[in-house]
């Protein structure tokens, strides 16, 4: 990918995504495929092992809220839990594009999105409160997230419309992380046929 000059003359960090991506073994992509497969499958589902790993983003979340907290607000304080949640394998995901590897970058995209789901579940929750709620430290003052943040931007009653559009969006980023990781291994494999004939 060729960036205009401009861009790399100001942030010169820019330049590693001029880079080619680590070439993938087909096998990698194969498995990699069948592991997405299978977990979209399950999330479709709403049931399966692999959703486990929404587990290891709980403390995370939480640990978001204490983290916010420091920058002063309960607003920023609430909304932290999800702003940490979604930025770490946000975060992550950026470590593994600027060092061209596709598979790191693809798993912590694919997950970026995959935490809208339970996002989404959490934000239809608003109104009802039915969720069991986590929380660190006193349990008489836990606050529901999204009953807080709804509530305080005035759109509490569209709280399932918000959490439907979440969903979609998960969906649809997933789907098509997975459709560029596969484009991506194709087109590599193009590119190093050319190479051999060239």
């Known amino acids: ?32 495929s069948a ?4 977990f979209l499958y399950q999330a479709a589902r ?6 486990m790993i929404d587990l290891v983003l709980v403390p995370i979340h939480e640990g978001g809220h204490l983290l916010f907290r420091f920058f002063g607000g309960e607003l920023l304080m609430v909304a932290g839990g999800t702003l940490l949640q979604l930025g770490v394998p946000l975060m992550l995901a950026t470590y593994f ?9 693809v798993f912590c995209i694919f997950f970026f ?15 009802a409160q039915d969720l069991p709620l986590l929380t660190v430290g006193d349990s008489d003052d836990v606050i529901h997230d999204w009953n807080y943040l709804f509530g305080r931007f005035g759109v509490l009653e569209h709280d399932t419309q918000i959490a ?5 969006l998960g969906w649809a980023g997933m789907l098509a992380t997975v459709a560029w990781m596969v484009y991506r291994s194709v087109l590599s494999k193009g590119d190093a046929t050319t190479d051999e004939r060239g």
């Open 1 to 32: 990918m060729q960036l205009p000059e401009s861009w790399t003359e100001r942030l010169p960090f820019l330049e590693s995504l001029e880079d080619d991506w680590h070439p993938e073994p087909r096998a990698a992509v194969f498995l990699a």
């Open 35 to 38: 592991f997405y497969a299978l």
């Open 46 to 51: 709403g049931s399966g092992a692999l959703l």
């Open 97 to 105: 594009v600027f060092d061209r590897r596709l598979q790191g970058s």
């Open 113 to 127: 999105f995959e935490q809208f789901l339970p996002i989404a579940t959490y934000m239809a929750d608003a109104r």
């Open 164 to 168: 439907h559009a979440m969903r979609i």
